[in-house]
């Protein structure tokens, strides 16, 4: 069990709809990442924060949009589904920020989102 | 863009056997490398990690060897086990950068 939870595990959503993850990050950790994953395929960066302010944006779609919570839990909202979304979201977490010593990147179970 | 590549996207060992598992990277401003363990509809478990400054980083039944010369991370596992079976990703962390860039994957089944 790495610390990082994630809810819901699993979702199933119709085309259009939208959808909230929540992530709850490592005791004591400030940043939260979110990568999405297709089905056998790697694991693409979508967006970072770091103490409530995004730091570090990657592949993130405009339908999607995340926060980071004062008491430090995240949430990915993706809008306007479409099929091309079907994939498991990761959540993870770290102390601090880039490559610093004991930056240690923590993933959670994920959280599998299917689009039908 | 990502900038970590992997040789091999599956490998077969005997158990027993050590297996290693191969990265490349391209961007000589990485100074962080992760290894990760992915088992499935599970994810990714860290393995162990190594910087630029070292070449060499020994975990559990885990070794990282890092050659900066040829941009090289590899994966070493000893005495592999039934339980290693997995997708193995190799992660790095650019200089100034806050995010992680996974590799592709390389599966990994053991045979008993």
């Known amino acids: 069990d790495s610390g990082v939870t994630q809810t819901p595990k699993h979702l199933i959503t119709a085309t259009g709809q939208r959808v909230t993850l929540r992530c709850s990050p490592r005791s004591g950790d400030l940043s939260v990442y979110w990568y999405q994953q297709s089905l056998d395929q790697g694991l693409q960066f979508l967006i970072q924060y770091y103490n409530g302010e995004e730091r570090a944006k990657g592949n993130i779609l405009e339908r999607f949009s995340a926060q980071q919570f004062p008491d430090l839990h995240s949430e990915l909202n993706l809008s306007s589904l479409e099929l091309g979304d079907s994939a498991l979201y990761f959540c993870?977490?770290?102390?601090?920020?880039?490559?610093?010593?004991?930056?240690?990147?923590?993933f959670g179970e994920g959280s599998w989102l299917t689009v039908v | 863009g990502e900038s970590v590549g992997l040789h091999l996207p599956t490998l077969s060992v005997q158990e027993g056997d050590n297996s290693i598992i191969n990265c490349a990277y391209s961007n000589s401003a990485s100074d962080y490398f992760i290894w990760y363990k992915q088992e499935s509809g599970k994810g990714p478990q860290f393995i162990i990690d190594?910087?630029?400054?070292?070449d060499k980083r020994q975990g559990q039944r885990v070794t990282v060897l890092l050659n900066k010369t040829v941009k090289h991370l590899s994966l070493q596992i000893a005495a592999t086990q039934p339980g290693d079976s997995a997708v193995y990703f190799c992660?790095?962390?650019?200089?100034?950068?806050?995010?992680?860039?996974f590799g592709t994957g390389t599966r990994l089944t053991v045979i008993p």
């Open positions: 993870a977490s770290s102390v601090g920020i880039g490559s610093e010593p004991g930056n240690t990147i923590y």
């Open positions: 190594i910087r630029s400054n070292m």
């Open positions: 992660a790095e962390i650019q200089t100034g950068a806050n995010n992680l860039f």
